[in-house]
C-alpha cells in the first residue's frame, strides 16, 4: 500500500506526543512500516509543536511536506491553519475548536483569525471540527483531548476499534485506561 | 524483537547490546535521550557529568579501565570537549570508546549550526553516521568493534531528525566482552612530546587503513538503479532521496563520513552520467569528489543553510510543487515562551524595568530574550555571560558595573559558569552575576546537576553548596532572592549592583514544571477595578490577555505564582474567594 501520512499538530503540553506515540504503536501492531517525527527542546514551552506519522509497506522520509498529509489532527484552531498547506488534495482536517492566543495576540502585536474553518472549507477542505476539550472533560479529563481526537480519525480508518483500545490499555498509565476509553467512546460517537 | 524507537533510543539500545558498561554525558537536544534511556537500565554506570569535557574524560578512564565506554553530546558539547577529543585520538583507547554527537541542521533548539563532521577529519577519527534507528542500532553496536580493532575512539554523528524520528528496529541480546586488565603503558598514554611524536605517524597509519576498510565494508554501499542520476548522500538527506525517486536513480549511501571511500566513490560515479552530492550542512562528501578530479553538482544547488526534506530535494530538480490549499489570513506565530509560573520571569521584569544590561546564557532564560520582556543582550554559548561580563565591565566607562547583570541557569553554571566566576574573583572586576536557580536542567527536559542534590537515577547525591561555593572563589557578598517577590528581587538587584565589589544573587526558585512542585489556585482579575493599564502584560505571562478591554487570567493555565498581582496598582489581581 502506498504511505498515508498524518500531521498531529498543536501546542506545547497539549499532549500530542502521547497521541503520536499511541498511533505508532498501533500501526506497528497492525504489521505496517512506520515513522515518526517530532522535534523536542524548544518547542515544549508553550510553542507550536508538529508531529508526523507516515506509514505503510515501505515508509523513506519521516517529515511531511506541502500537499502531502492525507490527514492533520489538530490540536487546536489556529494551529490547523498554520499547517494546512500540508495537506494533500482531498485531505481532511479533524479539529479540536479550542483557541488557544499565542504570544502576539496575547501582547496585541497580532490577532487571533476569525473564520479560519469557514474558510478552509471553502476552498475544498474536509473539516471535522469537534469540541474535543468539552468532550474530554465529560469523560473526565480535559487532557484526554488526544484521545477524542484520535476517536475521530479511528472513524475514518479501517482498524477495529478493540485494536484502538488494546493500544490506549499499552499507552496510558493504568488508573487513567478507563477515562480514555470512555473519551474514545464519546468522541467517536460524538 | 521489533520496535519503534526513536534514534536516540535505537542508540542506547546499540551501546546496550553492544555491552557498555560506562555511560557520561552532559545533556542537550537532540542528543539528551541516549544517556536518558540507558539510565534506566541497571547493569551498567551512568550518569550526567558537569560538561561535555569531564564526560569525554571520564568515558575515557573507564575505556583505560576495561569496560566498553560512551558520552553523548550535541553538536556544540563537541566543541567543550574537543581537547580531549584530538588526543585520545593519538593515545587510543582500551575497552571501545564511543562519541556520539547529534547536529541541529535547522537550529530547532541551538545557537549555531556546526557541521560535526569537520571534527572528525580534524581529530584524524573514524566517524560514522546512521540514516534511520535500525542503522542508528546497528552502527552504534559496530562502533565498539572499530574502537577495539583499529585502538581508536569512534564517532556516532545523529542529526535531530534521525535522532528524534521513530522507525521500527530490530533487537537482540545484550553480550558483554570480558574486562580488559589494565596495563600501564606510558609510551601509549601519556602524551608528552617524545611519546606523541611517536603516536603521530601511527595516527595517520590508523587513517590509511581506516580509508581501506571504507572501500568495502556495510556502512557504505551503492544501490544501483537509473544511470542517468547518480546521488552521493548520507544520513537523514538518504532519506528524502529515497522518497523522492524511489529505485529510479544510481545511490551511493555513505554510512562512514570519514574517512571516505575514494575508490567507490569514483567507481560510482564512472557509472553515472550526472553526479550529485546531497548532504545537509557543509559540502564535506563534495570537497572529497573534487579532490578526487570529480565535478559534481552539490551545494550550488543544494543549501549549506538548514535542512532538507523530500520537497528541498524535489524542487532542486525541478520537479513539480504538489498542489495544496492554504488560509488566506497568515497564522500569528507561536514562539515558545516562559511558562505560567516560571520563576525566571520575575528576576527579567525586574531587570527590564531598571533598563539594566543583560549578558545571557543558555537554557530557558534565553527566553528572557523575547518581548516584553526583551531583556537578553547577548547569548553566546554555555557560561559565556559570566565570563563575557567581567571584559564588559573591565573595558567598559565606569559607570556600565552599575548597569549589567551576567545572567545563568544552575546547570549551565556548573557547566561551565564556576571558571567565569573565578576569574572576577581573581581579576576583580566589578561584576553583577545572577544565578537562576531552578534546582534542575530545564530546557533540554529536567535533567538532575550538582546543585540539585540528585543523580540520574533520581537517587539522593553530592550536593553543591552554591552559597558556599561563590564564598569560597571569593565572592564576599552573596545574596538570595525568591524571584516571586518582586520588592526583594528589586531591592537586592539595586544594592547590589551599587556594591563596589564583586556580587552573586542567587534567584531561587523551583521550576514550576517540577511535579514535587505545589502551584496555587489561579487568580482572578476584578473587571470593576482593572482599568486596563496593561502594567500586568509586561510579564510576557503565557495566562494574562486582554479580554473584552479588561485583563484577564485563563484559569487553565495560571498557577497562582501571584507576581501579576504586585503590579496591577489598582489591586485588581487577586485569589478567587477574596473577588
Not at chain 1, 158 to 177: D, G, L, Q, R
Not at chain 2, 463 to 486: N, Q
Not at chain 2, 496 to 524: D, F, G, M, N, Q
Request: hydrophobic share 40%; with cysteine; aromatic share 6%.
Amino acid at each position: 500500500m502506498n504511505t498515508t501520512s498524518i500531521m498531529i499538530v498543536g501546542v506545547g503540553g497539549q499532549g500530542s506526543l502521547l497521541a503520536s506515540k499511541l498511533l505508532g504503536a498501533l500501526l506497528v501492531d497492525e504489521g505496517y512500516d512506520v515513522k515518526v517525527s517530532e522535534v523536542h527542546g524548544m518547542s515544549q514551552r508553550g510553542g507550536s509543536v508538529v508531529t508526523y506519522v507516515r506509514f505503510g509497506d515501505k515508509v523513506c522520509s519521516p517529515l511531511i511536506e506541502e500537499g502531502e498529509a492525507d490527514f492533520i489532527l489538530s490540536f487546536e484552531k489556529l494551529e490547523a491553519a498554520r499547517w494546512a498547506s500540508c495537506l494533500k488534495k482531498g485531505g481532511t482536517i479533524i479539529v479540536n475548536t479550542q483557541e488557544i492566543d499565542p504570544m502576539p495576540v496575547i501582547t496585541g502585536a497580532a490577532e487571533y483569525p476569525s473564520g479560519i474553518l469557514e474558510e478552509l472549507k471553502n476552498k475544498g477542505v474536509n473539516i471535522d471540527a469537534v469540541d474535543a476539550l468539552s468532550i474530554a472533560e465529560q469523560a473526565g479529563s480535559a487532557k484526554a483531548v488526544n484521545i477524542v481526537l484520535l476517536a475521530r480519525f479511528a472513524k475514518r480508518f479501517t482498524i477495529p476499534v478493540e485494536s484502538w483500545e488494546t493500544a490506549i490499555a499499552n499507552t496510558v498509565a493504568p488508573k487513567f485506561i478507563d477515562m480514555n476509553r470512555k473519551a474514545f467512546e464519546l468522541g467517536y460517537n460524538a | 524483537m521489533k520496535k519503534l524507537m526513536i534514534g536516540n533510543e535505537a542508540v542506547a539500545e546499540g551501546l546496550y547490546e553492544g555491552g557498555i558498561g560506562f555511560i557520561s554525558s552532559y545533556p542537550g537536544t537532540p542528543s539528551t535521550e541516549i544517556t536518558e534511556f540507558l539510565a534506566k537500565r541497571d547493569d551498567l554506570h551512568s550518569e550526567w557529568a558537569p560538561n561535555e569535557k569531564v564526560a569525554m574524560e571520564a568515558a575515557f578512564g573507564a575505556s583505560l579501565a576495561g569496560v566498553r565506554s560512551a558520552c553523548a553530546m550535541k553538536h556544540v558539547g563537541l566543541n567543550v570537549s574537543a581537547d580531549p577529543l584530538f588526543t585520545m585520538s593519538y593515545t587510543g583507547i582500551s575497552a571501545g570508546l564511543v562519541v556520539c554527537v547529534a547536529d541541529d541542521p535547522a537550529m530547532h533548539s541551538s545557537q549555531n549550526e556546526q557541521d560535526s563532521r569537520h571534527y572528525a577529519i580534524a581529530a584524524k577519527l573514524p566517524m560514522l553516521e546512521p540514516s534511520d534507528s535500525q542503522e542508528a542500532l546497528e552502527f552504534s553496536k559496530a562502533a565498539f568493534e572499530l574502537s577495539e580493532k583499529y585502538d581508536t575512539p569512534v564517532l556516532l554523528r545523529m542529526c535531530t531528525r534521525v535522532s528524534h524520528s521513530q522507525s521500527i528496529v530490530e533487537t537482540s541480546e545484550r553480550v558483554v566482552p570480558e574486562r580488559k586488565t589494565y596495563v600501564k603503558n606510558s609510551p601509549k598514554y601519556v602524551m608528552m612530546p617524545g611519546y606523541a611524536k611517536k603516536k603521530h605517524p601511527l595516527v595517520e597509519a590508523r587513517t590509511a587503513k581506516l580509508a581501506e576498510l571504507a572501500e568495502d565494508c556495510p556502512f557504505n554501499r551503492i544501490e544501483w538503479g537509473g544511470l542517468e542520476t547518480g546521488i552521493i548522500t548520507s544520513g537523514t538527506s538518504y532519506q528524502y532521496v529515497k522518497e523522492v525517486f524511489g529505485d529510479s536513480v544510481s545511490v551511493l549511501k555513505i554510512g562512514m563520513p570519514n574517512p571516505l571511500p575514494s575508490r567507490l566513490i569514483k567507481e560510482f560515479a564512472a557509472h553515472v552520467k550526472t553526479l550529485y552530492v546531497i548532504e545537509e550542512l557543509d559540502p564535506v562528501i563534495e570537497d572529497h569528489c573534487r579532490k578526487l578530479g570529480l565535478s559534481p553538482i552539490g551545494k550550488e544547488k543544494f543549501s549549506p543553510i538548514g535542512e532538507f526534506s523530500q520537497k528541498t530535494i524535489a524542487q532542486a530538480f525541478g520537479l513539480p510543487a504538489k498542489p495544496s490549499v492554504s488560509a488566506d489570513s497568515a497564522a500569528p506565530a507561536r514562539p515558545p515562551v516562559m511558562c505560567s509560573g516560571c520563576p525566571h520571569r520575575g528576576m527579567f521584569y525586574v531587570l527590564a524595568k531598571n533598563k539594566i544590561t543583560v549578558l545571557g546564557d543558555i537554557g530557558c532564560y534565553t527566553l528572557g530574550a523575547q518581548a516584553p520582556l526583551d531583556s537578553v543582550d547577548y547569548t553566546l554559548c554555555m557560561g559565556a555571560s559570566v565570563s563575557g561580563i567581567h571584559g564588559f565591565v573591565t573595558a567598559s566607562e565606569k559607570d556600565a558595573a552599575g548597569k549589567t547583570v551576567a545572567i545563568i541557569g544552575d546547570s549551565t553554571f556548573m557547566h561551565s559558569g564556576v571558571t567565569g566566576l573565578i576569574n572576577i574573583a581573581y581579576n576583580g572586576s566589578n561584576s553583577t552575576v545572577i544565578i537562576l536557580d531552578n534546582s534542575i536542567t530545564g530546557m533540554t527536559g529536567h535533567q538532575q546537576n550538582p546543585t540539585t542534590g540528585y543523580n540520574i537515577k533520581g537517587d539522593p547525591a553530592g550536593k553543591v553548596d552554591l552559597e558556599a561555593l561563590c564564598r569560597s572563589i571569593g565572592i564576599r557578598r552573596v545574596r538570595v532572592a525568591d524571584p516571586y517577590d518582586l520588592k526583594q528581587c528589586e531591592d537586592i538587584l539595586k544594592e547590589e549592583l551599587a556594591a563596589e565589589e564583586p556580587s552573586v544573587i542567587i534567584s531561587r526558585r523551583p521550576c514550576v514544571l517540577l511535579k514535587y512542585v505545589k502551584t496555587r489556585p489561579p487568580l482572578v482579575v476584578d473587571t470593576d477595578k482593572c482599568r486596563a493599564c496593561k502594567k500586568c502584560m509586561k510579564l510576557g505571562c503565557p495566562s494574562i490577555s486582554m479580554k473584552d478591554g479588561k485583563a484577564h487570567i485563563d484559569k487553565t493555565l495560571c498557577v497562582g505564582c501571584e507576581v501579576c498581582g504586585q503590579l496591577c496598582p489598582f489591586e485588581a489581581i487577586g485569589k478567587e474567594e477574596t473577588k
